[in-house]
């Protein structure tokens, strides 16, 4: 089984911190993707990444930023949090074969309140 | 750009079937999917359907798929307590596997 693991379940920070919320996946998997979930709304992409050191971005990418420094691992940083950042954050991976369904995996989430 | 829509809320007794519905945009969508998600915990692939099906049957799921009005529906058979749960439809089109999920609708049933 694919195991997607995010590195906090809950996680509270202060206004104006950077924060660094990780994600590691275990299938070797060359896509990884960071969401955000808010009620009403559903999962808004923020980035997502289809190589080593690649990144594309997403829906919604200000105020965030990523680092895929290694295959497995794909960090999103938060320069300087805001309370409007307070969210669900979700990490997903899936493999890169075209024309096959390939679908994403997720992580359990990091519930992320900005005080 | 890709749009999907759901409802927000359904309510049903258990044991009797569910209905969940979904619309999307994109006309050159290849893989729509079902995941479910329940309380504190990530996105659970629950099915998917290719889009040059129009129907997929998996235990007590029936997929259905209108391409002409892009329309996606979930059916769940014979409701259970441990259904209740956030189900997102997904379809997927593009390279590098993006997918564009719709804003889920929450299920509860009552016993």
């Known amino acids: 089984d694919v195991k997607v693991t995010q590195s906090s379940r809950y996680l509270v920070k202060r206004t104006g911190e950077k924060v660094f919320l990780e994600c590691v996946q275990d299938m070797d998997h060359e896509n990884m993707f960071w969401y955000r979930q808010d009620p009403g709304l559903g999962l808004r992409l923020i980035y997502f990444s289809y190589d080593v050191k690649m990144k594309e971005k997403g829906d919604i990418p200000e105020g965030y930023s990523v680092s895929r420094e290694k295959k497995e691992r794909f960090s999103l940083i938060l320069e300087s949090a805001s309370t409007n950042q307070t969210s669900m954050y979700l990490c997903?991976?899936?493999?890169?074969?075209?024309?096959?369904?390939?679908?994403?995996?997720f992580g359990d989430g990091t519930r992320l309140s900005i005080l | 750009g890709e749009d999907v829509e759901q409802s927000l809320f359904l309510s049903v007794r258990e044991g009797d079937s569910s209905v969940i519905n979904c619309t999307y945009t994109d006309s050159s969508s290849t893989y729509l999917y079902w995941y479910k998600q329940e309380p504190g915990a990530g996105l659970q692939l629950l099915t998917y359907?290719?889009?040059?099906?129009d129907m997929k049957q998996d235990q007590r799921l029936t997929v259905l798929l209108n391409k002409k009005d892009k329309h996606l529906s979930l059916r769940i058979a014979d409701t259970q307590t441990g259904d209740s749960a956030i189900y997102f439809c997904?379809?997927?089109?593009?390279?590098?596997?993006?997918?564009?999920f719709g804003t889920g609708t929450k299920l509860q049933v009552i016993p």
């Open positions: 359907i290719f889009s040059n099906m």
């Open positions: 997903a991976s899936s493999s890169h074969l075209q024309g096959s369904n390939q679908p994403q995996h």
């Open positions: 997904a379809e997927k089109s593009g390279g590098y596997q993006k997918v564009t």
